[in-house]
């Protein structure tokens, strides 16, 4: 006796997982590619960039949570999968996505310098 084990349906879970987070659901794209020989799944999904901050979490946590959730599913079935996440479904004006595209990068704020003309602190000893 054979048992086979179906695909699950990634796209249905996907989209149960992620539009609760989605200001516009509707924004929400996905695209599942199977390779039943190498037993793979890829997820693509794309959405409204105003609601990258809320799909990922803070510290990434919501999108990690749904990377564990999928991976289960996968592993139920036997498979591995991978999801690629892309922050708008429409393509810029210079054709590149919007993960694609470098962000603006604000450097971290730098430490005072001491001047030498003040004096430090000075940690005098403790005795009893």
Do not use: H
């Amino acid at each position: 006796m054979t048992l086979l084990t179906a695909s699950p349906n990634y796209v249905g879970l996907v989209k149960f997982l992620v539009q609760p987070f989605l200001e516009f659901p509707e924004s929400l794209s996905v695209d599942c590619e199977m390779s039943y020989a190498l037993k793979r799944a890829w997820i693509r999904i794309a959405f409204d960039p105003t609601d990258k901050g809320k799909v990922f979490g803070r510290g990434g946590r919501n999108i990690q949570a749904i990377r564990t959730l999928i991976a289960a599913a996968a592993e139920f079935a036997g498979q591995s999968v991978y999801l690629d996440i892309y922050g708008s479904n429409t393509q810029s004006r210079d054709g590149m996505s919007f993960d694609e595209e470098q962000e603006e990068r604000i450097a971290p704020p730098k430490s005072r310098e001491r001047s030498g003309d003040i004096p430090r602190p000075v940690a005098k000893p403790r005795f009893r």
